[in-house]
Structures are given as C-alpha cells and as structure tokens.
C-alpha cells in the first residue's frame, strides 16, 4: 500500500492514473475490485439482518400488542382494566411477558390520556408530551411504524389498534437493540474488509511483481539498446531478450520474441550502412588523395605562364587566370574532403598542450588580414589558457569560425572573439566564443548548420564561394577533442560558442619572454586585432 502511494505521487503532487506504472495499475484495480466487492457483500449482509431483526421486532410487537389488548378487555380490571399503573401509565402495560423497554398508551378520542415505558425494575416510565403528541397521529391500521420519541427513549417501533369502545392501544417496542446488532455487524464488516484489502494489496503486490518480471527484463534490453549510439561508427547490436521470455505461447513472450525480431533486422541494417559509409569514405579519402598531385600540378603549369601572360591575348590569359582560380578553390575543397574523412575514419589525433590565447592571437591576425572591411575585437583573459589536443586542428577550428563571419557578413561588420574559463571546478573548461552583428542565420537553416554542405550564401550575404564544409569540420574537430559546439543566431547577432575541456598543465609563461609574439598585447579588455598585427 505505501509502495503505491510513493509511486503514484512525486512532490507531493498527484499523477494521472494514465501516468502510473503498469503494476500500479494492477494493483490499484485489484484492490478497487476487492473493495468494491466487499463494500457490495457488506452493504447486502447489513441490509439483510436489519430486515430480519425489523421483521423479528415486529413480531414480537404484535404478540405484544396482543398482550395488551387481552388485558385491556379483561373483565376484572385486575392487571388490566381501565386503570393506571402509576405515573399515568395504562395498566395493561403491566401484563405478565411484556418485556423491558415496551411502550404501552391509550387514546380516547384521539387524546392521549394514559402512556408509560417499562423500565429493567418492571415500573413504568412517563412519557412526556413531545412523545404523546407523535403517539396521538399514528394511525391506528394494526400496521408497525418507526417513530422517533426523542433523546430520552430513542427509536422504536410502534402499533396502534382501535377496541370495540373506540378507544385506541398503541405499543412500542425499541429499536436500539437491531440498530445494536446492526452497527456491530457493519463495523465487522468494514474491520474484516480493511485486513483483507491489505493482505490482498500486499500478496497482490508480490504476486504481480512475479509476473511482470519477464516483462521487466524485456524493458531493461530495450534500455540498453536505447544506450548504445547507432548514428555513426560499427555497432555491435549483441543485445537480444532472453529465451526464456520469448515463449510466443504467452503475451510478454511475443513481445520479446518480437523485439528480438526487430533487434535482428536493424542489426542487419546497421551493419549494412557501415559497410555502406566505408565504402563512400574510403572512395573520398582515396579521391581526395588522388586529386591532390593532378591538381598541384595543373596550378603549378598555371603559374609557370605569369611571366608570359602579358604576350598573350586578353582571353588567354584570363582563361588562365580563372583555371588557377579554381585549382585553388578545388584544392582547398579536396583538402576539406580529405580532413573530414581523416576525422570519420577516427584517426588519432596529435595530442600536445594547445596555448589557446596565443593561437587566438594568430588566427584573429591572420582574419583581420584578409578581411580589412570588416572590425575585428580580441578578448583574452590576463593568464593564458591551454587545451590537450592538436595544434593545428584547433587552429583550422578558429580560422573555419573567423572565415565564416568574414565571407557571411557585410562591410564594416564587427566580428568579436573572447575566451574565458568555464566549468565546474572539477571539470574545468575553455570556452571560445565567435559572434558578429550581422543579418544573422535563417531559422531554417540553423538546424543544419554543422551539417556538411550546407550553404547559407544566398541568405546571409551576396558573397559566393562558400563550399559549406567549413562549420562541418568544426563540429568533427571539436567531437574528436571531446568538446562541444553550439550556436544561437537572430537579426543582429550571431555566436558560436566552442566548449573544450581544459588541460592539467597551464601555460604560465613570463610576459617578458614572449613579447615578441604579441603576448604583451593580451589583456582582459576588448581591443581591435590590427593593434596586435602592429605589435
């Protein structure tokens, strides 16, 4: 019982019966169904027995009212007559075998003139006015009726019969004993029904605990498939449900046998799309790397003719000037192929201390260079911060963020970069923030931004030349260091945010030592790159 309680509310808060756990269900409508039984089979035996003990009552009131009516005619008016009994009782009421409690009164003319109630000393009881008036209009059919006489006697059970001389003879007999029974009838009920609903919750609750334990083991296989990671890499989908619960004779069996099934064909399908992905990065890596000498070679006979392009004709050597254009755009997408399916082949990085600062220094450098239309702003912190990873895969992660701002953005955008430490302090972090003014990314761009050749040219400036692989080898370079990348745009701002944990060993070099780095331009205010580049 407080096992289903505890289930069913978290906080304190009360949960839809929906929302319960399938043994909570169970056993709710177990023990819902026992109750109901029993509230029907106790309901039913208090009926029942207060009918049969009403039933008993009323004949003993008539034998009683019989009684009182023999005396009431008898002749000599010894104990019956017309006389009183005392207290203004009616003598009849004095007949031997008239038992404790009876009522006994007389009307005439419809006034009450004699009524009394034996006591356990076999002496009458006055009855007060209240009581008389509710005994002056029962109607006086021979017909048992219950009446209320009030705190003093309680309920009883009453008759009335007219006499030849017109006179009327009501008796009671009460009903504090059936109410008696009846109570304590029902208070067993109830006692005996409560002990069985917690004797039936508690074995209940074992009993469906027992059956719904090949349903449990079904579930826990599910869970650990729903851990594995099946979007990329070789999965070795060996989970499968027990035997034992895939007897298909039973409802948990075809469950299990069924998700065996299902684990069966998307281990064949995985296996398959692995195969699959090999073979296509297998094919890029070895394009890419084929492509590479034939396209060195046609940019470097394209340059040979520098020197000899004035002698030749307009056309020619603008030909010339746009094929080793292209060879160069061609090479630097070949390299991005070949870096992405390095990454996916899960080559091992080179690991080293990284000094974050410093390479941040060099690549906004590098940015403002290339991008003098644009306003470029450096933070750094006062001490420099350092990851354990690969230097120059790090530095194409800042150079793919800055060259993405540049060629996305108009003139005169302002392009910011900062780093600052982040984490908790037991796992320290390094975080890189890129972020501009401009126009921002659509909406429904954004869920595929780090997707691989996904262009967003025609959205966030007029420029070209976009291969969409830049963002992509950020996602992969980042996964390979075991950081995050995340990114937040709207109209008039847009930032990536690159999360990498921190190396053990920090940096800490003299700033006299590396002034001629630029390191004495760092500092822990916003200022433009061209102040480092003149550094």
Do not use: C
């Amino acid at each position: 019982m407080t096992t289903t309680g505890t289930t069913n509310a978290t906080n304190g808060r009360w949960r839809h019966p929906r929302s319960w756990s399938l043994r909570t269900r169970l056993l709710a409508a177990l023990l819902a169904l026992l109750a109901a039984v029993s509230l029907i089979i106790g309901l039913v035996s208090v009926f029942a027995l207060n009918q049969f003990l009403l039933g008993r009552l009323d004949d003993q009131l008539v034998a009683a009212g019989v009684r009182s009516q023999g005396a009431d005619r008898s002749p000599d008016g010894g104990a019956g007559g017309h006389g009183s009994g005392g207290h203004g009782g009616p003598d009849f009421l004095l007949t031997p075998g008239q038992a404790e409690g009876t009522l006994g009164a007389r009307l005439v003319n419809g006034t009450v003139e004699q009524a009394g109630v034996l006591d356990r000393r076999g002496a009458q009881v006055a009855v007060g006015s209240h009581e008389r008036s509710l005994l002056a209009a029962l109607p006086a059919d021979g017909r048992a009726r219950t009446r209320d006489l009030g705190d003093k006697f309680g309920d009883y059970r009453l008759i009335a019969s007219q006499e030849s001389d017109g006179d009327v003879i009501v008796t009671g007999l009460p009903l504090a004993g059936v109410h008696a029974t009846v109570y304590r009838l029902a208070a067993v009920a109830g006692l005996v029904a409560l002990a069985g609903l917690i004797i039936a919750g508690l074995v209940g609750a074992a009993i469906i605990r027992l059956a719904l334990q090949p349903l449990r083991r079904v579930a826990a296989t599910a869970r650990r498939v729903s851990e594995l990671s099946l979007d990329r890499g070789e999965v070795a989908l060996g989970v499968r449900v027990p035997e034992e619960d895939t007897d298909p004779r039973t409802e948990v069996g075809q469950v299990g046998s069924a998700l065996n099934q299902m684990l069966g064909h998307v281990s064949s399908a995985l296996s398959a799309r692995q195969a699959s992905e090999m073979r296509v990065r297998r094919f890029v890596a070895d394009a890419s790397h084929e492509l590479r000498t034939p396209l060195s070679a046609i940019r470097g006979y394209a340059e040979l003719t520098r020197p000899k392009r004035d002698e030749l004709p307009a056309d020619v050597d603008h030909a010339l000037s746009r094929i080793e254009s292209q060879t160069v755009r061609m090479s630097g997408l070949v390299a991005d192929l070949l870096q992405l399916a390095r990454l996916d082949s899960g080559r091992p990085l080179e690991t080293a201390d990284v000094d974050v600062s410093r390479l941040l220094v060099d690549a906004v450098s590098d940015a403002q260079a290339a991008g003098r239309d644009h306003s470029w702003q450096l933070d750094l912190p006062e001490e420099p911060l350092s990851v354990s990873g690969d230097a120059a895969a790090l530095h194409r992660v800042v150079d793919n963020l800055l060259t993405n701002a540049r060629i996305h953005t108009p003139p005169a955008t302002t392009i910011s970069v900062s780093l600052h430490s982040g984490g908790d302090p037991a796992a320290p972090t390094v975080q890189l923030r890129v972020s501009d003014n401009g126009p921002g990314i659509p909406a429904e761009l954004q869920p595929e931004v780090f997707e691989r050749f996904t262009r967003g040219d025609t959205s966030r400036s007029r420029a070209a030349g976009s291969s969409g692989l830049g963002l992509a080898i950020v996602a992969a370079i980042v996964g390979a260091h075991h950081g995050t990348v995340v990114m937040a745009s709207q109209p008039g701002r847009t930032e990536f945010t690159v999360e990498l944990p921190r190396s053990d060993e920090q940096i800490a070099e003299p700033p006299d030592q590396v002034s001629a780095s630029g390191y004495e331009q760092l500092a822990p205010v916003t200022e433009d790159a061209s102040a480092i580049i003149e550094a």
